[in-house]
């Protein structure tokens, strides 16, 4: 699977936007880039999937440029509420059942007032 | 719809004994991973089962042991108990029809002493 680098720690402020960037210079043809967010003593939640160009959600957007070599999580208007450690992976889409997902150290959001 | 849940909720061990720890995933899911998660980190893969038949494994020696019934709940057995097992294990369940995704549980908190 291609490795992930993805910066340890960002600060925000309530209402701005926030841009978590993750390299992925080895992604293969078949890879996917999918998005967890994770609050203390929680599981993991998936926030957002891509294969290319741009994908938007009601949580997120997640940007990608034409060479895939990185992605940029993007969410607007952050709160306090999304204090979390966010995750980049990328992987094959497995068919048939799950796909085995490999975590990197994330990126640890602190949004303050 | 209840997602995934896992049990119990915190475990308390000493070296040498053997735990088993429970997950149900969620309705309609019928593959269940098992993650472990140290302090810090993010979470590592242990392995995936699908249709009662371990799948995928990861890096993990063979003290980890699992198993997955026909209603599609599943166990992790882990064998003579190490310091370095404390962690917190991530149960993570997903349908055949979509692999995009995966929904974890709240984990059971293992402590090793």
């Known amino acids: 699977l291609a490795k992930t680098t993805q910066p340890i720690s960002m600060d925000s402020y309530e209402g701005q936007e926030v841009n978590i960037t993750c390299s992925h210079n080895?992604?293969?043809?078949?890879?996917?880039i999918t998005w967890y967010q994770q609050f203390p003593s929680q599981g993991p939640r998936f926030i957002i999937q891509g294969y290319k160009t741009k994908v938007t959600n009601e949580v997120a957007s997640l940007f990608i440029p034409a060479d895939r070599k990185s992605s940029t999580l993007s969410l607007p208007r952050v709160s306090l509420s999304d204090t979390a450690v966010y995750y980049c992976?990328?992987?094959?889409?497995?068919?048939?059942?799950?796909?085995?997902?490999?975590f990197g150290t994330g990126t640890q959001l602190k949004v303050e007032l | 719809d209840a997602g995934v849940t896992q049990s119990p909720t915190h475990l308390i061990k000493t070296r040498g004994q053997q735990v088993t720890l429970r997950c149900s995933p969620k309705?309609?899911?019928?593959?269940v991973s098992w993650y472990q998660q140290a302090l810090g980190q993010g979470p590592q893969f242990i392995f995936q089962?699908?249709?009662?038949?371990?799948?995928q494994r990861g890096n993990f020696p063979d003290r980890f042991s699992g198993h997955q019934f026909p209603n599609y709940s599943s166990e992790l057995n882990v064998n003579a108990l190490l310091l370095g097992d404390s962690a917190l294990y991530l149960c993570?369940?997903?349908?055949?029809?979509?692999?995009?995704?995966?929904?974890f549980g709240p984990g059971t908190r293992l402590t090793v002493l």
């Open positions: 993570a369940s997903s349908g055949s029809g979509r692999v995009d995704e995966q929904f």
């Open positions: 309705s309609g899911h019928d593959t």
């Open positions: 080895n992604i293969a043809t078949n890879d996917y």
């Open positions: 089962y699908y249709e009662e038949e371990e799948r």
């Open positions: 992976l990328v992987g094959d889409r497995v068919t048939g059942g799950g796909n085995k997902l490999t």
